[in-house]
T-cell receptor
Framework: KQEVTQIPAALSVPEGENLVLNCSFT??????LQWFRQDPGKGLTSLLL?????REQTSGRLNASLDKSSGRSTLYIAASQPGDSATYLC????????????FGTGTRLQVTL | KAGVTQTPRYLIKTRGQQVTLSCSPI?????VSWYQQTPGQGLQFLFE?????QRNKGNFPGRFSGRQFSNSRSEMNVSTLELGDSALYLC???WGRGPSLTATNEKLFFGSGTQLSVL
């Protein structure tokens, strides 16, 4: 059974700092990995998707990497801003499971002024 | 382009009642999946529909059911509500199978959810 863990559970940083969020998964037979952000009481917004054959994806100040063999992914946020405050979730899709995602526990990020 | 729409936004029910939640996917998307989010269990997969057929199901009791219509809109139903069913129910849509498999097509797009409270 796939298990996805995110460390740390919560993080508070001052504005302008670069930061790294970690995601680990137990079964390396994944099809892709997706990072989402969730604002309180809201749905999920897709940030980046990495296919199993890829090593990283970039979008603006965000960079996600994937090391499938070691079961790890990182989300790097450069020059953090207060608007980045949210919960960040990673999710893996196992090969052959259509749209079923297994989500991590999330990292709650607060960026302070 | 309109996003994924879920209605209603909030629901308050009592134990034993039943409830129906609705999800309208992004135009052209044929796959709709449902997730339950609670503080204790996080996000858990309920089921997925593609072209009116359920093609994947999570580990939830039979009280949780769903369906998809020919226009890809989906509903999920929970019967005999229990206190533990209180949660944010999220719907997500995607192309599912084409028109061409690219990274963009594989993404799931989520609605804002329906917050269900069972009293």
């Amino acid at each position: 059974k796939q298990e996805v863990t995110q460390i740390p559970a919560a993080l508070s940083v001052p504005e302008g700092e670069n930061l790294v969020l970690n995601c680990s998964f137990t079964d390396s037979a994944i099809y892709n990995l997706q990072w989402f952000r969730q604002d309180p009481g809201k749905g999920l917004t897709s940030l980046l998707l990495i296919q199993s054959s890829q090593r990283e994806q970039t979008s603006g100040r965000l960079n996600a990497s994937l090391d499938k063999s070691s079961g790890r992914s990182t989300l790097y946020i450069a020059a953090s801003q207060p608007g980045d405050s949210a919960t960040y979730l990673c999710a893996v899709r196992r090969a052959g499971t259509a749209s079923k995602l297994t989500f991590g526990t999330g990292t709650r990020l607060q960026v302070t002024l | 382009k309109a996003g994924v729409t879920q209605t209603p936004r909030y629901l308050i029910k009592t134990r034993g009642q039943q409830v129906t939640l609705s999800c309208s996917p992004i135009s052209g998307h044929r796959s709709v999946s449902w997730y339950q989010q609670t503080p204790g269990q996080g996000l858990q997969f309920l089921f997925e529909y593609f072209s009116e057929t359920q093609r994947n199901k999570g580990n939830f009791p039979g009280r949780f059911s769903g369906r998809q219509f020919s226009n890809s809109r989906s509903e999920m139903n929970v019967s005999t509500l229990e206190l533990g069913d209180s949660a944010l129910y999220l719907c997500a849509s995607s192309w599912g199978r084409g028109p061409s498999l690219t990274a963009t097509n594989e993404k799931l797009f989520f609605g804002s959810g329906t917050q269900l409270s069972v009293l």
